[in-house]
């Protein structure tokens, strides 16, 4: 046998080194004496994420495309009528997509507690690297992480109504949303089969006090030793950071779901909005005061523009309105926030007022508010929506005139379109 070269002894002490962990907390194997961390736990907790991120995503995209005007970057994302393929009939559609929506993405926000408190020691597994496959799965984790905190967070804030950043929401929360998907996919690909393979081994137990004694060698997943080998430490068991994690994200539905599930409004104590206060018994998400639209809503010279044709315009008065055949509908107004309300409103259809106006039968049209500035002052009708003659330019609510801020004089409410939408106090209907 040759004798070694120097440099392959110096070369193999580098290795073992490099091998080697570091011999100081955290990355000493056993740092870490909690049974918890275990990778059963992480898989629950993955595949609990992977459900409520999957269904947020879904609802959400669809949200985005009934609202986008077909235009995904600028502030136009919120102008509507760009979506053919989203129906009319089944009127509140939207408003269960979206109480989803808001209800899924809540709900992950204590399991992703949970489940970063379950990995956080593999941070510090040793060697940092593993090869190829490991260094790319590591490289998206906090694409990830910070991807589905920037979700979760700038979700929250906007149903509570508070904007501290310079973007504007739905393009922040849209472009984010498929960068964190796709890391989502990517971390999927990497797990899935030591995720399986928990789910085969059931519900994780937690190992006998007696356990305690043997630690394990490297799990076979390739959880380095040390992570999750050992017995319950703290008092904190698999068990309880698993159910604890279901009971909060339970609890959290609970307190949420009353926005969209009536019976359930007495507990939505969280909800910045709730589906039965306000004047006439729902909700104002924007006053007319805020909107500065006041004078111009209550001014007796008011009227409303029909533009059917290039050449020709109606201008009708509030009684002119009263006047044509009046169409009721029992619709809700279903904020993207999360909230809804149904109500029975009163009014002209937009059909029979396009042909009045003599527009082409098939036409989009742009329903124009007084507000003179502000992301939602105007909203476009794909053709369907604007024939269907449930949709109307409500002229009343249960039987009352509408209140000043929910609309007066007249304001849209059309079936199973976004509450965004809905647009207030409409001085201007154009055929597009
Ligand atoms: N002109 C105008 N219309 C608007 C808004 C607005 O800010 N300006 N807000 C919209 C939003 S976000 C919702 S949820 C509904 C709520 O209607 P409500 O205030 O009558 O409940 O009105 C919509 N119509
Ligand atoms: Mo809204």
Redesign the pocket.
Known sequence: MAAEHPGQGTLRRALRWLVTPPDFPPFRPGSFRSGVHDTASASWLGIALGVAFGMCFATGLLSHLVQSGGSLLSHDVVNGGGWRAWPTAGAGLYRITQGLHVITGIAAFPLLLAKLFVVYPQLYAWPPVRGVRHAVERATLPVLVGGSIFMLITGVQNVMYWYPWGFFFPVGHYWAAWVTIGALVAHIGAKASVATAAVRRGLPDDPAPRAVAAPGGPATDGTPAGYGTLAPAGGLTRRSVLTGAAAASGLLIATVAGGTIRPLERLAVLNARQPST?PQG?????AAAS?R?EEAAMDPGYRLRVAGRVDEELRLTRDDLLALPQHEAVLP?A???GWS?SKRWRGVSVATLLERAGAPAGSAVRVA?L?AG?F??ASDLAPDLAADPDTLLALQVEGEDLHL???YPV?LIAPNNP???????VGAVQVR
């Not at 509450?419 to 106090?425: A, C, D, I, P, S």
């Open positions: 306000g729902f909700p104002v998400n924007k909107a639209v107004i904020c993207v926030e309300a508010s507000q502000g939602y002052r801020d929910h609309g304001r509450g965004v939408l809905q647009t207030k106090w």
